[in-house]
């Protein structure tokens, strides 16, 4: 059964463990110029912070995403309302004026390309097993 709609969220998390030496090297580091250990832990806490803060903007990105979606489907089905109501007010006035045949054919494709809307399948989806 294929994806049908909305929005499918994947999120990567790359471990990268190098910007933080092992314990035996930030010893030799701090025997060598005390500060450094000092830079290394500082750069390190900036590179975390980055990747966290990249992260939350990705996320709110992806639900801005799926919200803008989700407006657009409901305006959609409202417009889609509003057509169909409208195209039976139509059927119903020629119907009155004394046109069946007219009124008839007019009511069909409206019901038809109604139905027809609402069960098509979306042109971008994949199959995925």
């Known amino acids: 059964m294929g994806h049908t709609g909305g929005a499918i969220v994947e999120q990567k998390t790359i471990v990268d463990d190098s910007m933080l030496p092992a314990a035996e090297e930030l010893a030799k580091l701090k025997d060598v110029k005390p500060e450094l250990v000092d830079w290394v832990m500082t750069r390190a806490e900036k590179e975390q912070d980055a990747r966290i803060d990249f992260n939350k903007k990705r996320v709110k990105l992806a639900n801005k995403e799926l919200n803008g979606t989700i407006w657009v489907n409901v305006a959609s089905l409202i417009f889609a309302?509003?057509?169909?109501?409208?195209?039976?007010?139509?059927?119903?006035?020629?119907?009155?004026?004394?046109?069946?045949?007219?009124?008839?054919?007019?009511?069909?494709?409206?019901?038809?390309?109604?139905?027809?809307?609402?069960?098509?399948?979306?042109?971008?989806?994949?199959?995925?097993?």
Request: a positive charge; proline letters at 2%; zero cysteines.
């Open 81 to 129: 309302f509003f057509i169909v109501v409208g195209g039976m007010a139509a059927t119903l006035w020629a119907l009155r004026e004394g046109m069946t045949v007219a009124g008839t054919i007019f009511a069909g494709t409206t019901l038809v390309g109604a139905a027809a809307l609402f069960t098509r399948i979306p042109k971008n989806t994949s199959k995925k097993n």
